[in-house]
Nanobody, 124 residues
Framework: QVQLVESGGGLVQAGGSLRLSCAAS????????MGWFRQAPGKEREFVGA????????YYADSVKGRFSLSRDNAKNTVFLQMNSLKPEDTAVYYC?????????????????WGQGTQVTVSS
């Protein structure tokens, strides 16, 4: 199985930046597409972005496009989510997810492996 651990969350003021990391424990990471999702209290989990196996293609939700950027380092089994121009509405627990065959990137139900999440809080 693929074990994922998110890190890099914290408290930041509106307009600030955070860089989240998702580290995988297995060589299978390089074969997985990676997705980022977030969930605020009382809200459904929503798609943030995804990156394909090679890192050559990325996909973003309209709400974060132009502010967030995904990248991956397969040699280090790590995917990154760079978050700039943060807004209070970005406050949520952020999860990374992985799957060997997912093609419908925004669909959380298509991802087999999930991390435990990292809290991001953006103050106004």
């Amino acid at each position: 199985q693929v074990q994922l651990v998110e890190s890099g969350g914290g408290l930041v003021q509106a307009g600030g930046s955070l860089r989240l990391s998702c580290a995988a424990s297995t060589w299978m990471f390089s074969r997985c597409a990676m997705g980022w999702f977030r969930q605020a209290p009382g809200k459904e989990r929503e798609f943030v972005g995804a990156i394909n196996r090679s890192g050559g293609s990325t996909y973003y939700a309209d709400s974060v496009k132009g502010r967030f950027s995904l990248s991956r380092d397969n040699a280090k089994n790590t995917v990154f989510l760079q978050m700039n121009s943060l807004k209070p509405e970005d406050t949520a627990v952020y999860y990374c997810a992985a799957d060997l065959y997912v093609l419908e990137y925004p669909d959380a139900s298509k991802y087999e492996y999930w991390g435990q999440g990292t809290q991001v809080t953006v103050s106004s």
